[in-house]
């Protein structure tokens, strides 16, 4: 189960471009925020730490994805440049 849930989150994990140990670091801070809600009975800060960490990941993972389109639009125009010529 560990093995599947690192693989499902491992696009997520290489869309966040700071150093493994910021990374880490931001990412336990999220956790113990929102476990300092959840066990404060505070619904509202428990939801909205969960909303700060699912938003940033998914920020992380849309400038992924813009980035390997780009790599991929200059690959195909430099391959089409090149059939011709």
């Known amino acids: 189960m560990t093995r599947e849930l690192r693989d499902r989150l491992a696009p997520f994990r290489q869309s966040q471009v700071e150093t493994v140990e910021a990374r880490l670091a931001r990412s336990m801070q999220g956790h113990k925020d929102n476990v300092a809600a959840v066990v404060a009975g505070n619904a509202e800060e428990a939801y909205e730490a ?5 938003a940033r990941l998914s920020v992380g993972m849309l400038n992924l994805l813009r980035r ?18």
């Open 50 to 54: 969960m909303r700060r960490h699912n």
């Open 68 to 85: 390997q389109y780009a790599l991929e639009t200059e690959e195909k125009e430099r391959n089409d440049n090149g059939h011709n010529t």
